[in-house]
């Protein structure tokens, strides 16, 4: 399997083609293990108060490219105030 960066890049360049399995790495590289209840989504905790959660599901094994785009957009945010 590709490693995180490799990962990231082509969720970047292509939120369409990204398989479910490598975005379930790069979620719990960033927010750790997925809490599952039991049903088809995994949700990952982020650390900021609101909506704390990153919620994915497999679609035939490919992840939906909103999700992607969300899972993007969250680690941009956790990436921002790392840096402050």
């Not at 949700?43 to 993007?72: C, E, M, S």
């Amino acid at each position: 399997m590709a490693s995180v960066a490799k990962i990231l890049e082509a969720m970047r360049a292509n939120p369409k083609g990204i398989r479910y399995d490598e975005l379930v790495k790069v979620c719990q590289h960033y927010f750790g293990p997925a809490r599952t209840g039991g049903g088809s989504h995994a949700v990952f905790k982020t650390p900021w108060p609101g909506d704390p959660r990153v919620n994915i599901q497999n679609d035939h094994g490919k992840a939906k490219a909103y999700q992607v785009r969300q899972v993007l957009a969250a680690i941009d945010k956790l990436e921002e105030e790392g840096e402050s």
